[in-house]
């Protein structure tokens, strides 16, 4: 890991005890950055180890970010690939992915994932705060926008959605839109479901060659063939 660059406050170093002294957040709009950050290889299973909810996470990434604006709007570009990815238990051979970000938006150009014959691609927008002392990070009332396809994935990933999968696998072909926010989101779409297996949480009996054909209307889905 390596950071390179410059930040510059436009206050002077005792107004700026001060200020941190006061729990005075001003200060973060007064400090231009200029800073380039790279990752090469990083083992993910690092950073697994710094929250619970990734402890499953593993596989390397290499990465690289420009940052300008200031600590309070900073604007970001950032690239990257990773390889040998596997979150609890669904993984993926390789992926990459482009973003920027500018006023508490993260715009995903793309995030594509391949496993095989299988590929997922994710693009649109997110809203998140990535300022210095945001109050909260994730913005669940503003305007979400993204676009999500599919062809031949594991359906495995399922279990990382729906709490009451205990296991799953088939291939999924998907082709979604999601707007609405982050609080409601609105889904529409199709998807369909080959070879594929599913058990319930709780339940010993496993469902094997599962097929289906589906669409989703916002908050509905409407099953054409099961």
């Not at 929250?51 to 950032?78: D, E, H, K, Q, W």
């Not at 973003?99 to 993260?106: P, S």
């Not at 927008?125 to 909260?136: C, G, H, K």
């Amino acid at each position: 890991i390596a950071l390179q660059g410059s930040a510059r406050p436009s206050l002077t170093w005792e107004d700026w005890i001060r200020a941190l002294s006061r729990g005075d957040h001003g200060w973060a709009s007064r400090v231009d950055l200029a800073l380039v950050g790279t990752v090469d290889s990083l083992d993910l299973t690092k950073v697994a180890a710094v929250a619970t909810t990734l402890r499953s996470l593993s596989g390397f990434a290499t990465a690289r970010a420009r940052v300008t604006g200031t600590a309070a709007n900073p604007t970001i570009t950032l690239l990257g690939r990773a390889s040998a990815l596997s979150f609890h238990g669904v993984a993926a051979v390789g992926g990459e992915f482009e973003a920027g970000y500018a006023d508490r938006r993260l715009a995903l150009a793309r995030l594509d994932l391949q496993n095989g014959g299988a590929t997922s691609h994710v693009e649109g927008s997110i809203p998140v705060d990535l300022s210095l002392y945001a109050r909260q990070r994730w913005l669940r009332e503003e305007p979400l926008s993204l676009k999500v396809r599919m062809s031949d994935a594991d359906f495995g990933m399922a279990v990382l959605f729906v709490p009451d999968l205990a296991s799953s696998g088939g291939k999924l072909t998907v082709s979604a839109g999601v707007l609405g926010t982050l609080a409601k989101p609105d889904v529409t779409g199709t998807l369909k479901l080959t070879e594929g297996v599913l058990r319930v949480a709780g339940r010993d009996e496993v469902l094997e060659g599962l097929e289906m054909d589906a669409s989703f209307d916002e908050r509905r889905v409407n099953v054409a063939r099961i």
